[in-house]
């Protein structure tokens, strides 16, 4: 009996990470490539894809927001975005 109550209060105080439904946003991937951050987002009418880099001489992190329609080759058009940024560093 004290386990089984222990065992409710516990996950009462600490509950289960459950990913919960969004209306817009679905789940999020984000990887980390030589100093280059970029952030996929499945969102309604297609794909966020959000980059952010970092500028060491100025100190500051630069953002930029590219939106993919549906239909489109998501794989294709996230490497032509991370090819253009990596181009502009």
Known sequence: ????????LHNFI???DIPMPSD???EK???DIEGLRFTVMP???GTIVQLRSYDSK???H???TYVIPDGEDIAQEVG??????????
């Open 1 to 8: 009996m004290m386990n089984w109550l222990r065992t409710k």
């Open 14 to 16: 600490f509950p289960q």
């Open 24 to 26: 817009r946003v679905m």
């Open 29 to 31: 991937h984000e990887a």
């Open 43 to 45: 969102a309604r009418g």
């Open 58 to 60: 100025r100190d500051q």
């Open 62 to 64: 630069d953002y930029a």
């Open 80 to 89: 032509r975005i991370v090819s253009m940024e990596l181009m502009k560093a």
